[in-house]
Structures are given as C-alpha cells and as structure tokens.
C-alpha cells in the first residue's frame, strides 16, 4: 500500500476498512507442528497454508501464487482479491 498510497490516513482508513471486512485467524503450537509436515516446501508457506486450512478461510491472498500450488486452499493475489470485495482505497 505505501507503494501506490503516499499519504497515511489514506493507508490507515483503507487498513482499517480490511480489517472490519476481515477476520485475523490465530497461528497456534498445533498448527506450527502440523505445518512441520506440508506438502510445502517454505516453512512460512506452509504456516499460512495450514492455518488457513484448519480455520476453513476461502482463499490465500499473496503476490506468489506459485509458492502455494500444493495449498489445499486457493491462493489469488493482491488484485483478485480486490477485484472480489471491490475495495476502494
């Protein structure tokens, strides 16, 4: 976002915006051993995969889609996402 926002309040209302729209899910001792066993190679990955699987979220939003390819859960970028929720920032 600081790339194509320049001024702060913009960034914090549009921030603030995705965080009403949007649930932050918990990364736990569980989900950290069982992210040990991925079918993905990058350990971070394989967290966020995990997590999201156990918390049944819709999809992965990333900018390396191909870092999620064996995701059980879709992975879609920055901009599918926004063309989705039709954010506005």
Not at 9 to 35: D, H, Y
Request: glycine content about 2%.
């Amino acid at each position: 976002m600081r790339k194509s926002i320049q001024e702060k309040e913009k960034i914090r209302k549009s921030l603030s915006g995705i965080m009403r729209r949007f649930q932050v899910i918990e990364v736990n001792a569980a989900i950290l051993g069982k992210s040990l066993d991925s079918e993905i190679n990058d350990y971070e990955d394989a967290v966020i995969e995990v997590s999201a699987y156990e918390n049944n979220v819709d999809c992965i939003v990333t900018r390396d889609i191909k870092d999620f390819r064996k995701s059980r859960i879709k992975a879609i970028t920055p901009e599918e996402l926004l063309a989705i929720v039709r954010l506005e920032f």
